[in-house]
C-alpha cells in the first residue's frame, strides 16, 4: 500500500469546491469525513426540506430521488479521483461514464444524512471504477457500481 493510500484525509467544502464543479443546488456531498488515497472515501450528504427536489418529489412525502443517490456517490468518487490525479496540477474534470447494478433498498428522507462509501475497484490511466454503497444510520438504502473519467482541460 502506498503512502498516500494509507494516511486518512477529509475534505471540508471549501476543498469539494475547489476539486468538483458542481455548485448548489447540485452538489451532492457536503464533505469527505475519510479518504484513503483514490483507493476508498467516505462522503457525506445531509438531506434537507429545503432541497428543490422535495417540492415535486412528492409533495407531502417528500423522498430522495434515487438519481440523486447515485450523483451522490459519483461526486464523492469524482473527488477522490480528482484529488489523487491533480496533486501538482490545474484541477481537471471528471465525467460520469458508466452505472451498473443500481439498487435502492429503502427510501431517504429529509433529515437523514447519508454515507457515501466509495471502494475503487480498479483504475486504468484516466479512469476509474467504483464500488458505491449508500448508508443511513448504519443501513443499506442504496448500492452501485461506478465508472468515471479524468479529462485535463484545454487552454482556452
Known sequence: ??????????FDILQLLKYLPHR??????DRIVEARGDSFGIGIKNVSINE???????PGRPVMPGVLLIEGMA?????LCIRAHSAERAV????FMSIDKAKFRKPVLPGDRVEYHMTRTN???NMWWFSGRAL?????????????????????
Request: charged content about 20%.
Open 1 to 10: 500500500m502506498n503512502e498516500a493510500a494509507a494516511t486518512i484525509e477529509s
Open 52 to 58: 428543490p427536489q422535495f417540492q415535486g418529489h412528492f
Open 136 to 156: 443511513v444510520d448504519g443501513a443499506l438504502v442504496c448500492e452501485a457500481d461506478i465508472g468515471a473519467m479524468v479529462v485535463e482541460e484545454a487552454p482556452a
Open 75 to 79: 461526486q464523492t468518487a469524482g473527488a
Open 24 to 29: 448548489y443546488p447540485f452538489l451532492m456531498v
Open 123 to 125: 483504475r486504468r490511466r
Open 92 to 95: 481537471p474534470l471528471v465525467y
